[in-house]
């Protein structure tokens, strides 16, 4: 059984940085697409960033590129979304998001994501 587990949530204000991690454990993803989604109270959700399994090929939601980074540590089972320039609207519960399918290709969409974490409550005070 996959487990993703997020930490780095947190209060943080206007214009400031943080950095999400997910572990997996279970089974390795290191030839998975992962990436990180987010869900806005009363909004559908939204993927933000997605990452290669090599980690070479990124794709970025058009309202965080330039402000946030999707990294991966294959030997860590880790992945990262490092967050600046932090806006209140980026406020959300950030997800962390896997495929099962080996050598799949970015950006990764909801309907192929096949594991999930519980989230991390990102929230951005003006």
């Known amino acids: 059984q996959v487990q993703l587990v997020e930490s780095g949530g947190t209060l943080v204000q206007a214009g400031g940085s943080l950095r999400l991690s997910c572990k997996a454990s279970g089974r390795t993803l290191s030839r998975n697409v992962m990436g990180w989604f987010r869900q806005a109270p009363g909004k559908e959700r939204e993927s933000v960033a997605s990452?290669?399994?090599?980690?070479?090929?990124?794709d970025y939601l058009t309202s965080v590129k330039g402000r946030f980074t999707i990294s991966r540590d294959n030997a860590k089972s880790t992945v990262y979304l490092q967050m600046n320039s932090v806006k209140p609207e980026d406020t959300a519960v950030y997800y962390c998001?896997?495929?099962?399918?080996?050598?799949?290709?970015?950006?990764?969409?909801?309907?192929?994501?096949?594991?999930w974490g519980k989230g991390t409550l990102v929230t951005v005070s003006s």
């Open positions: 990452i290669g399994w090599a980690g070479g090929i990124t």
């Open positions: 998001a896997a495929e099962s399918t080996d050598w799949g290709m970015v950006p990764m969409t909801l309907d192929r994501v096949d594991y």
